[in-house]
């Protein structure tokens, strides 16, 4: 295994592989918690719980909540549920909840947690690749309005993260892809390096994969801790997430598509907003090619006709990040060089859709 350093971020402290059953365990020693609560969905409670469990040493009573799977389950309503659960089961102020799952059971759980009592302690145990390099670092908790994604929330950064890469195996392949649409991200907006080592994805070995892990998530953590509330550099991370919710959102509340992951949307959004910043930015050529080539080598082209268009345009006014009326994107002169809130016309967004087709 690769050996990975624990990060320390402004809030807490990202640990790696077997250091996250030490860390777990003395922390775990010198708190004492009335209760622990882990947070889990149907799918890791069978994959990933066992194991789990058999790495903690505690004496303190162990409670299971376990959510349905999948962001259509990412709601206020799952939140009612998970709450009454705590309440029924006697959760106090001196519980601790530990969410074990991908990012919708990170962002949830880290929601329920700081809502909870006014907010209890909290500790992410993420089992996605998506949740290891996304979800893992900067604290933002949630939920979805409807299919407006992540309107509801909070930033909170719970007291620690624990990262085990051995859970990535539990992952189907779908699922492992939608988090390297994170880690490309972070190449593009921050580091030329990183999006080369990111770019030949076929020789990955589950090492290099680690190391490509913790790299992302210093990335991330850098950017995070200059802007922790998203004012100024935070909002380099949404590069690819102003169409790519957009996309997320129409697919998942149009009964005639099949429902895209969360990353598979964002790989769709990164090709849109490269093919848009080559226009307004002079983005160069020859790395816009680079960067469709990169992503449909991974993800499958997906299909849209012209009545898609205007509905998704119409779902970018809810974007978070959208400030006095106007749709701000990320957009990028180079790799590695990016630009905040930029305007960009409904035009020049449906050329970028025929880009991406052809």
Not at 63 to 82: F, L, R, S
Not at 173 to 179: I, P
Not at 195 to 219: G, P, Q, R
Not at 275 to 291: G, T
Request: hydrophobic residues 40%.
């Amino acid at each position: 295994m690769h050996f990975m350093n624990s990060i320390t971020t402004k809030d807490s402290t990202i640990h790696f592989n077997s250091n996250c059953y030490t860390a777990i365990n003395e922390y775990l020693a010198s708190n004492r918690f009335s209760k622990i609560f882990i947070i889990t969905d149907s799918n890791t409670n069978t994959n990933c719980l066992p194991e789990f469990l058999s790495r903690l040493e505690t004496d303190v009573a162990i409670e299971i909540i376990e959510i349905e799977p999948g962001e259509t389950h990412k709601t206020i309503e799952t939140c009612v549920g998970v709450w009454n659960a705590l309440s029924e089961l006697g959760g106090d102020r001196k519980s601790l909840i530990l969410n074990l799952g991908g990012g919708v059971v990170t962002d949830l759980g880290g929601f329920v947690a700081c809502t909870f009592k006014r907010g209890i302690k909290y500790i992410n145990i993420p089992t996605s690749l998506l949740a290891m390099v996304d979800a893992s670092v900067g604290g933002k908790t949630g939920v979805d309005l409807g299919s407006l994604k992540n309107q509801i929330g909070v930033i909170d950064s719970g007291d620690m993260v624990l990262i085990d890469t051995n859970f990535l195996s539990t992952l189907p392949q779908s699922h492992l892809k939608s988090g390297l649409a994170e880690m490309l991200k972070h190449g593009l907006i921050y580091d030329r390096n990183y999006w080369d080592k990111m770019t030949d994805l076929s020789k990955l070995n589950l090492d290099d994969l680690d190391a490509l892990i913790h790299e992302s998530v210093i990335i991330k953590n850098t950017i995070v801790t200059k802007d922790p509330f998203e004012n100024s550099v935070r909002k380099t991370l949404n590069y690819g997430h102003t169409l790519g919710h957009a996309i997320e959102s129409y697919f998942l509340s149009n009964p005639n598509k099949t429902d895209l992951l969360h990353g598979e949307a964002i790989a769709i959004g990164m090709i849109l907003e490269t093919y848009i910043s080559s226009r307004l930015f002079n983005f160069p050529e020859a790395d816009l090619e680079e960067v469709k080539k990169v992503i449909l080598n991974v993800f499958a082209q997906v299909d849209f006709d012209d009545n898609d268009y205007p509905e998704i345009i119409e779902l970018l006014k809810h974007d978070k990040k959208n400030e006095h009326g106007n749709i701000n994107f990320v957009l990028l002169e180079a790799i590695g060089t990016p630009k905040i809130d930029c305007l960009v016309d409904n035009e020049l967004i449906i050329e970028a859709f025929e880009y991406y087709k052809k």
